[in-house]
Nanobody
Framework: QMQLVESGGGLVQAGGSLRLSCAAS????????MGWFRQAPGKEREFVAA????????SYADSVKGRFTISGDKFNDTVYLQMNSLKPEDTAVYYC?????????????????WGQGTQVTVSS
């Protein structure tokens, strides 16, 4: 049983930066990866970034590569998403998720636990 809580969302102007945090609590017998997804009004939930919990390898959507950085702090059981050079099209609710099994990290359906989301709004 795991609980994920996102924080750090807010309003920022285009070109600015935000850092999202996802704090995990509870116990799970396995953890393969932690990921970030986002969903804008009228659009499907899309993959943003993921980090392999053991080894630290990362994966990014093409739309954010070079601008966003995902990282993890195992001691505090927290995953971060550093977002730089933000664009209005980055506006969305951002969700943190945990994938237990070694499946494709880009697929939302492969994740087992989800946070409630945090709103990120980028103004022009």
């Amino acid at each position: 049983q795991m609980q994920l809580v996102e924080s750090g969302g807010g309003l920022v102007q285009a070109g600015g930066s935000l850092r999202l945090s996802c704090a995990a609590s509870g116990r799970t017998f396995s953890r393969y990866a932690m990921g970030w997804f986002r969903q804008a009004p009228g659009k499907e939930r899309e993959f943003v970034a993921a980090i392999r919990w053991s080894g630290g390898s990362t994966s990014y959507a093409d739309s954010v590569k070079g601008r966003f950085t995902i990282s993890g702090d195992k001691f505090n059981d927290t995953v971060y998403l550093q977002m730089n050079s933000l664009k209005p099209e980055d506006t969305a609710v951002y969700y943190c998720a945990l994938e237990r099994l070694p499946r494709t990290v880009q697929a939302a359906s492969n994740y087992d636990y989800w946070g409630q989301g945090t709103q990120v709004t980028v103004s022009s």
